[in-house]
């Protein structure tokens, strides 16, 4: 068994923060996006993995390399054209074995992998799908489940009528690998729109695995904002690098001054520094290198690497990308993402 994780996208709903940084290698609080993907595949024993890329490959690469750093086998399969995800799944066969995890890329989730790997054996089925509850159905395309846990059909843009479920493709699939031989080769297919509704239209066995724990897509800034709260709040367990420090989780190599002021949750990561009298949290992300500082606060935001927030300055409700420059007494207000390297001069403020 082996993986392909969907990564392809150019992520445009998230820049600027991915103009310079493609969406597999965003910071999720201390790793990259697709590091999270890779400790959920080792959970059912899946570690030779095919990153399915488009969009900035060679950063990717950068990260991850042949993931030997990281205890698995990786191999990328690179796309000149976008592929669409059926595409580029068809794209990676050559890598793949008997039955092969498809991975969409930005899902962040707790779901038990073993779980829905062993009942996709134990059902025989050509693919199984892990399905989701969430409040607004009508905003994605519905999967409708037979009593036995069999897929009835995909509903795509649903009208109010046709809401019968509140279960959505969770953009996590195992499949028997020689079903992709229905994918055309080299051209834009959709596996959601294409692939399942051609595989259940010839009779094939399509399951469904009902997952009703922790499930996000982070491709917004407010939903990677929200992310961030949930791993603070232990809403979706992430195991930080690390130490509990006054209600937060600091790493080791991070250095806070005595008199700053922290209000739980907040995380510090690695080489970040925090001057006297800075104030973090609540829910103040600090990815790596960021220096805080005196006087300066930051509440409710993630910060990535080398940034610095300058004295005095106010953070609350935004995403900063790296190397970005808040000068003396700026405001940076809900709502704000500013990308890699910009610069607010003193006094500036963003809304
Ligand atoms: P937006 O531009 O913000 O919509 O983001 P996106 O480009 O990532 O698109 P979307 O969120 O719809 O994609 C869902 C997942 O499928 C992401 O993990 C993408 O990386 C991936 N994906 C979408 N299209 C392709 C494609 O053509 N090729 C590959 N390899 N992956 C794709």
Redesign the pocket.
Known sequence: MKAV???????????PL?LATP??VVPIADRPLLQHQLDLLATAGVTEIVF????KPERVQRVFGDGSGVGCRIRY?V?DT????G??VR?ALAHLDDVTVVF????LTDVDLPAVVEMHRRSKASATLVLTPVPNPAAFGLVETEPDGRVRRFVEKPDPSQITTDTINA?IYVLDTRTLELIPEAV?HSIERGFFPTLIGRGDRVMAHVHRGYWI?I??PEKYLQVHRDILARRFPVALHGQAHRGGFVANSASIHASAQLTAPFFVGHGCDVAAGASLGPGAVLVSNVEVAAGASVRDSVVWDRALIGPQAQVEGALLGAGVRVGAHAVVRAGAVLGEDSILSDFSRSA
């Open positions: 994780i969907l990564a392809g996208g150019e992520g445009t709903r998230l820049r991915t969406k597999p399915s890329v488009a969009y399969a796309e976008p592929l669409g995800t595409g580029a794209n969409n890329g930005d899902i953009g834009n897509d491709g917004t």
